[in-house]
């Protein structure tokens, strides 16, 4: 078995883009070559590539609000650009891919697609804020997106959010992801094994700031908040658990009073705890049921 992989070259696209002064010529380059190697993955999530109405819901606005760059701000554009092409970013991406798929090939592990395609994008330092300025998404098998204003907390630390949300491609190869129904405990789930197996490759101490920026009390406050709510289905009612007061304020959820990724950390906390119970690797965790690793964990016994 083996699977492939296609770094999109999205440095050298966004040096194109800034050669393009019209601004309705940008936006049609952005659309129209930046992310049309990744049309399959928009159209999975219900974003088209234009939309039929003018300033309506398309690639333009989703990215936006997924945090890039907005595609007008040059200045924050060839800062990061610099940075990305100074630390030879798409040969990193390359390396890291390559580790992650050997890993996973190695024990027997799938993906469902015929190859991943990888896109590193540039955000908005100041709508990243929370997570230092770097996010990506792996929900969709045969795709892997990080956006990153690159600084020297996340530099380090490409290869571990790369391999997270490679996690995500194997973990729905296995069990299909339903935003309706997706519960809080399986979305703690998701989140604990991803940066589980971004542990397992590159170490603790290149975890991101979802598990890392709270401290003990507030991880177990959180535990007890969450344990009320590990059968909540919805992703919104869902996202206000993982994400926390603060976004949940700016994307129009329900704060529920947890602090920042507070499911993130509670999740990462309950894989290791069932790891270590039951002596598993992160591969052989990573086909065990939610409710395996929630009851397994002991994290939320009464």
């Given at each position: 078995?083996?699977?492939?992989?296609?770094?999109?070259?999205?440095?050298?696209q966004?040096?194109?883009?800034?050669?393009?002064?019209?601004?309705?010529e940008?936006?049609?380059?952005?659309?129209?070559?930046?992310?049309?190697?990744?049309?399959?993955?928009?159209?999975?999530?219900?974003?088209?590539?234009?939309a039929?109405?003018?300033?309506?819901?398309?690639?333009?606005?989703?990215?936006?609000?997924?945090?890039?760059?907005?595609?007008?701000?040059?200045?924050?554009?060839?800062?990061?650009?610099?940075?990305?092409?100074?630390?030879?970013?798409y040969?990193?991406?390359?390396?890291?891919i390559?580790?992650?798929?050997?890993?996973?090939?190695?024990?027997?592990?799938?993906?469902?697609?015929?190859?991943?395609?990888?896109g590193?994008?540039?955000s908005?330092?100041?709508?990243?804020?929370?997570?230092?300025?770097?996010?990506?998404?792996?929900?969709?098998?045969?795709?892997?997106?990080?956006?990153?204003?690159?600084?020297?907390?996340?530099?380090?630390?490409?290869?571990?959010?790369?391999?997270?949300?490679?996690?995500?491609?194997?973990r729905?190869?296995?069990?299909?992801?339903?935003?309706?129904?997706?519960?809080?405990?399986?979305?703690?789930?998701?989140?604990g094994?991803?940066?589980?197996?971004?542990?397992?490759l590159?170490?603790?101490?290149?975890?991101?700031?979802?598990?890392?920026?709270?401290?003990?009390?507030?991880v177990?406050?959180?535990?007890?908040?969450?344990?009320e709510?590990l059968?909540?289905?919805?992703?919104?009612?869902?996202?206000?658990?993982?994400f926390?007061?603060?976004?949940?304020?700016?994307?129009?959820?329900?704060?529920?009073?947890l602090?920042?990724?507070?499911?993130?950390?509670?999740?990462?906390?309950a894989?290791?705890?069932?790891?270590?119970?039951?002596?598993?690797?992160?591969?052989?965790?990573?086909?065990?049921?939610?409710?395996?690793?929630?009851?397994?964990?002991e994290?939320?016994?009464?």
């Open positions: 078995m083996s699977i492939d992989y296609k770094i999109v070259n999205s440095l050298k966004y040096e194109r883009l800034l050669q393009i002064t019209n601004s309705e940008r936006k049609d380059f952005f659309r129209y070559m930046m992310m049309l190697p990744l049309e399959k993955m928009w159209k999975l999530i219900n974003v088209p590539i234009k039929k109405k003018e300033n309506g819901y398309d690639v333009l606005m989703a990215t936006k609000m997924l945090g890039y760059a907005d595609i007008s701000d040059d200045k924050t554009i060839k800062e990061a650009l610099t940075i990305l092409k100074g630390i030879n970013a040969a990193v991406a390359e390396n890291t390559k580790t992650c798929i050997d890993k996973a090939v190695h024990a027997g592990l799938k993906i469902n697609a015929k190859e991943i395609k990888l590193l994008y540039i908005d330092p100041e709508k990243l804020k929370l997570s230092n300025g770097y996010t990506g998404f792996g929900g969709i098998p045969g795709f892997i997106t990080v956006n990153i204003y690159p600084n020297h907390y996340n530099l380090p630390r490409i290869p571990a959010v790369i391999a997270h949300e490679f996690h995500h491609n194997i729905f190869s296995y069990f299909d992801w339903d935003y309706g129904n997706v519960t809080v405990a399986d979305y703690l789930v998701i989140e094994l991803a940066e589980s197996f971004a542990r397992e590159y170490g603790a101490e290149q975890l991101g700031p979802w598990v890392t920026s709270m401290n003990k009390e507030e177990e406050y959180s535990t007890n908040v969450i344990r709510a059968e909540l289905k919805g992703f919104a009612e869902v996202s206000s658990y993982m926390g007061d603060e976004i949940a304020a700016q994307e129009g959820y329900q704060p529920v009073g602090p920042f990724c507070a499911g993130y950390a509670v999740g990462y906390k894989v290791q705890a069932y790891m270590k119970k039951y002596n598993k690797t992160i591969y052989e965790a990573t086909l065990a049921s939610t409710d395996d690793i929630i009851n397994g964990c994290l939320f016994a009464t």
